[in-house]
């Protein structure tokens, strides 16, 4: 296909409206930080852009109910600095902030690094770490999913033509609930990650460990949840010895899940793994304070 056309929508209807018409044919475009890369090298090739970058109805952070809710065109910087999300979950907010460099952060969306369904999105593990769910629309209506099984493959979500990610959102942090993300990069600026990690803890009596959730990302073929380490963590009492025995476990995990990638992966990122965990679990367990 060639592109025919640009559609700039200022309104959801308006998106969605051309969505049913257009179906494949259409491509949705907003911060369009990773789209325009794709367009170029060939990768999609639509017959329509639908431009959303200036529809108010996606770009958003509130509180509904016992959620926050952010909407899919909201771009990083937002993010990074909204006073919403809370410190138990600034976790978050550093994801957003590693996001590339300051002008991929001032035009990049939440709902692009999302559905391009990269395995090195950084704010995907923060949201995975969360539970986030996913909020969809289209004309027939809305649905939602966990984001976790919005992901197919690599560069694959459970998308069809005529939908569109409207939101996503999480509870609302309580008493007791921390969230930790560390990035491990090539280096410390505009580095794609080649391990990041998000750790939600929520402390119980005791110290123990009451609840525990691992997004993880450049770790598979696209950000998925740690459950084999979550499983070991949960209900254990907070200390070095349980810190370093969860760490082992993150590097066996990977051992086998690597095994067949090359040696710079599946030599160096079960060790790392090891660090980054004890970090950003660290980061989580203080926040709860």
Known sequence: MEL???????????????????????????GGT????????????????????????????????????????????????????????????EAAGHVGSPQIRNL???????????PAADT?????????????????????????????????????????????????????QGLGFVKLGLRKA??????SLAVFVERGENEVIKNIRIGSGALSRFPVREREVEDFVKGKKMDNTV????????????EKRLATRPPVEKDFKPYAIKGVFKEALNKAWQRTK
């Open 34 to 93: 990773d789209l325009v890369i794709q367009l170029r090298e060939g990768k999609v090739n639509p017959e329509v852009l639908v431009d959303i970058s200036d529809v108010a109805e996606l770009c958003f952070i509130k509180e509904t109910g016992d959620f926050i809710e952010i909407g899919a065109a909201t771009r990083f910087v937002n993010i990074k600095e909204s006073p919403v999300i809370g410190k138990p979950f600034k976790g978050l907010q």
């Open 243 to 254: 810190i370093e025995e969860a760490a082992e476990v993150f590097g066996q995990v990977l």
């Open 124 to 176: 995907v593990p923060a949201l995975l770490a969360l539970d986030a769910v996913a909020v969809i629309k289209s004309k027939q209506g809305t649905r939602e999913m966990p984001l976790e099984d919005i992901y197919i493959d690599r560069g694959k979500v459970k998308l069809e033509p005529q939908e569109i990610l409207y939101a996503v959102k999480f509870l609302k942090p309580q008493p007791g």
């Open 190 to 195: 505009l580095a794609i990650s080649t391990i």
């Open 4 to 30: 025919k056309e640009v559609i700039k929508a200022r309104t959801l209807e308006e998106v969605l409206d051309v969505l049913d018409e257009k179906g494949e044919k259409a491509k949705v475009i907003a």
């Open 108 to 118: 990049g969306t939440v709902g692009g690094n999302i559905c391009n369904a990269s």
